[in-house]
C-alpha cells in the first residue's frame, strides 16, 4: 500500500518540483537578464527535453551533466567573493535571520508563535525542495550504486544534504540578504532594482549583477538554466519508475510526452501558483516515504552501528550488509 502511494504522489511530484518549477526558474532568469520571452524559453526548453526524455537522445543529457559541477564550484566561489566583500554585515544578517524567525514581530506583526509557524513551515518547503530530503526521490539514484556497504552510500547521502543546504543556501541566503534589496528589519525585499521587478527567480542574479556587473547576471541565468534542465531529466526518470510500477512499461511513454508538454506550461506559469502546486505535491511524497523511513529506522540503526563497530572501532565481527540472506550472501562476496 505505501509502495502504490508513494508512487502515486512521485508521479504527481515530478510535475511539481521535477518540472514547472524548474522550467519556471529557468523562463524567469531568463526573460530578466536576457530579456527572452516566456513562451520561447519554454518552447527551447520543450524541444531539448524532448529530445533526451522522448527521444532518447542522451548526448544533451551528458554535456549538461559534465557542465554542471563546475557551474556549482563558480556559484560558491562567486557567493563567497560576495560573502568577503559584505563581511561586515554578516553579524547584521545572521541577526536578521533569527530575529524574523523567532523574534514578536515576525510575519508582519503576527505573535510568536505564529511566526515561528511560519518560518518553521517555509523552511520545510525550501529545504525539501533544495535537498529533496524526505521525499525519498534520490533513494532512486543511490540505489543504483554498485557500493557493497549500505551505510557507505548512505553517508553520501547525508553529505549530500549538508553541502546543498547548509553550505549552498547559506552562501546564497547570505548574498541576498547582504545586498541591501532586503530589509533586514522588516524582511521586505525591493519592489525593484535599476528598474527591473525582483521577483524569486532573478534576485540571485540581481545581486551577482551587483558585485560582477553583467556577467554576473547572464552566468546565474546560464547556471539556474543547466541546474534546473539537469533537474527536469532526473525527475523525468523519476516519474518513468512511478508511472512504470503504477500502469507498467508500455505506458510509460505516455508519462514522458505529457511530462515534456508540462514544460511549457511551467516556463509560461505564474511563480506563485508553480511553487504551490510544488510544495503540495512535495508533501504529499513524503508521507508514505517517512512511514517507510520510520518503520526501518531500527534496521537502519543496526546496519550503522555495526558499519562503525567494524571500520571506526576495528571491532572483528560479521558485517551486516543487508535485511535479506540472499543479498547479504552476494554482498560479501564483494567485500
Known amino acids: 500500500m505505501l509502495a502504490v502511494l508513494f508512487s502515486v504522489f512521485c508521479f504527481l511530484a515530478s510535475f511539481g518540483i521535477g518540472n514547472m518549477t524548474q522550467v519556471n526558474s529557468i523562463s524567469g532568469n531568463m526573460y530578466s537578464v536576457f530579456g527572452v520571452p516566456t513562451w520561447i524559453t519554454g518552447i527551447v526548453i520543450l524541444i531539448l527535453g524532448g529530445l533526451v526524455i522522448v527521444g532518447g537522445l542522451k548526448r544533451i543529457a551528458a554535456v549538461t551533466e559534465k557542465i554542471v559541477p563546475f557551474m556549482v564550484i563558480i556559484y560558491i566561489l562567486g557567493s563567497i567573493v560576495i560573502l568577503a566583500t559584505n ?39 525550501r529545504g525539501v525542495f533544495s535537498n529533496e530530503a524526505g521525499l525519498g526521490s534520490s533513494v532512486m539514484v543511490h540505489s543504483n550504486s554498485n557500493v557493497s556497504e549500505p551505510v557507505r552510500q548512505g553517508m553520501w547521502g547525508i553529505f549530500e544534504v549538508f553541502a546543498d543546504t547548509i553550505i549552498v543556501c547559506t552562501l546564497t ?8 534589496l532586503v530589509d533586514l528589519e522588516t524582511g521586505v525585499t525591493a519592489a525593484e ?6 521577483t524569486k527567480a532573478n534576485i540571485v542574479s540581481t545581486v551577482f549583477s551587483m558585485h560582477f556587473g553583467q556577467i ?45 508538454i508540462a514544460i511549457f506550461g511551467g516556463a509560461v506559469m505564474g511563480d506563485n501558483l508553480a ?23 531500527p534496521l537502519v ?30 554482498q560479501e562476496k564483494n567485500l
Open 87 to 125: 563581511f561586515s554585515r554578516i553579524g547584521a544578517v545572521f541577526g536578521a535571520i533569527f530575529k524574523g524567525a523567532f523574534a514578536v514581530q515576525a510575519a508582519g506583526g503576527a505573535v510568536v508563535g505564529y511566526g515561528i509557524k511560519l518560518a518553521i513551515e517555509q523552511g520545510m518547503k
Open 193 to 198: 532594482y535599476n528598474g527591473l521587478a525582483l
Open 216 to 260: 554576473g547576471a547572464a552566468f546565474v541565468a546560464i547556471a539556474v538554466m543547466l541546474f534546473a534542465f539537469s533537474t527536469v531529466l532526473g525527475w523525468s526518470h523519476y516519474g518513468t519508475k512511478a508511472c512504470e510500477f503504477l500502469f507498467g512499461e508500455k505506458y510509460t511513454i505516455v508519462y514522458r510526452v505529457i511530462f515534456v
Open 275 to 297: 511553487w504551490d502546486l510544488a510544495d503540495t505535491f512535495n508533501g504529499l511524497m513524503m508521507i508514505p516515504n517517512l512511514i517507510g523511513v520510520l518503520v526501518l529506522s
Open 301 to 330: 540503526y543496526q546496519i550503522t552501528r555495526n558499519y562503525v563497530d567494524r571500520v571506526l572501532k576495528g571491532k572483528k565481527i560479521k558485517p551486516m550488509l543487508s535485511a535479506f540472506p540472499d543479498v547479504q550472501a552476494e
Open 173 to 180: 541566503a547570505f548574498s541576498v540578504l547582504s545586498s541591501g
